[in-house]
């Protein structure tokens, strides 16, 4: 059955290196912005009989690629294509899964993964899920890419002596990362942060405490966690790993979303090196910044 790929606004560079490497259509699509600031989506194939992907990723502006997404959806529904594959490298609003007792919030995740299904969206392709306990608000399904071995491969050719070093998670929820990731570097000791969070009520993304647990066996540590936002948790996880003896601290996250002046503080922060992945396109003049392409990964999944 004939594919076609069609790029949302957010990383259509992206996007064609992985239509490109899948050996698919890349669609022609226009997008653009009516002066009230709502969107216009635009297609220029035939997909009928079809399946479409629809490639889109997160920047600064969630809410906007969101609606994007929905519209390029709709048209391809209108359009009659046999099947709608989203390739979302980050899944929007996939830490909002929980409600606490007696809060008045809504699960936004529940939310958009009602809103993917109602679009006739039969599949989603991501990577690096916050939590795969997202995974039961879905009825269709969801492949959710692990890349592991991506940076298991790189980190191989960076640090020789293995045995100098340990991996090291930020918090609990990163803890079973931090383990794969050890036993794919020839069984490194693991270990993690404790760390509580402010309601969100009254500051969000603040943490209250970060306390580790374990011991730090080794002078030199690689920090994995799936994403770094604000970079709030992992500074101070740095920091505090100096104060106990670490020398060298790499930095290791799939989703690099730097909010505000995250990158700043990252590139003054003085990692040993830091490694990201494309799943949002960033930039930097740092010879410590070192971004590591998923499209191989997805390509496979195609």
Not at 29 to 37: E, R, S
Not at 67 to 95: C, D, G, H, M, W
Not at 188 to 210: G, H, I, Q, Y
Not at 240 to 266: C, D, F, M, Q, Y
Request: hydrophobic share 40%.
């Amino acid at each position: 059955m004939e594919k076609i790929l069609f790029a949302g606004s957010s990383d259509p560079k992206t996007a064609k290196i992985l239509a490109k490497r899948a050996k698919i259509k890349f669609g022609k699509i226009l997008i653009k912005k009516f002066a009230c600031k709502e969107k216009y989506i635009r297609i220029f194939e035939n997909v009928k009989g079809k399946i479409a992907y629809i490639y889109q990723t997160v920047n600064q502006n969630p809410d906007e690629a969101l609606i994007e997404t929905f519209l390029i959806a709709k048209v391809l529904n209108q359009e009659e294509a046999k099947k709608i594959v989203l390739i979302l490298p980050i899944l929007p609003y996939s830490r909002q899964e929980r409600v606490e007792k007696g809060r008045k919030e809504p699960n936004s995740t529940e939310l958009f993964a009602n809103l993917f299904e109602a679009l006739n969206v039969e599949k989603i392709i991501t990577c690096h899920l916050h939590s795969e306990k997202i995974l039961k608000f879905y009825k269709i399904e969801v492949l959710n890419i692990k890349p592991y071995s991506l940076f298991a491969e790189e980190l191989k050719k960076q640090i020789k002596n293995k045995g100098a070093w340990q991996v090291v998670a930020p918090d609990r929820g990163a803890l079973n990362d931090a383990k794969i990731l050890a036993q794919l570097l020839e069984n490194l000791e693991f270990s993690f942060f404790e760390k509580r969070r402010e309601d969100p009520a009254k500051k969000t993304n603040f943490v209250s405490s970060l306390i580790f647990r374990g011991k730090l066996k080794k002078e030199n540590v690689i920090l994995f966690d799936d994403m770094v936002d604000t970079g709030q948790t992992i500074i101070r996880a740095k920091r505090e790993l100096e104060k106990l003896g670490a020398k060298r601290i790499i930095l290791v996250a799939t989703h690099p979303i730097l909010s505000g002046n995250a990158k700043e503080k990252l590139e003054k922060e003085g990692f040993y090196k830091i490694f990201f992945s494309n799943s949002i396109p960033h930039s930097s003049k740092s010879k410590k910044f070192k971004i590591l392409d998923l499209t191989p990964e997805i390509a496979k999944c195609l």
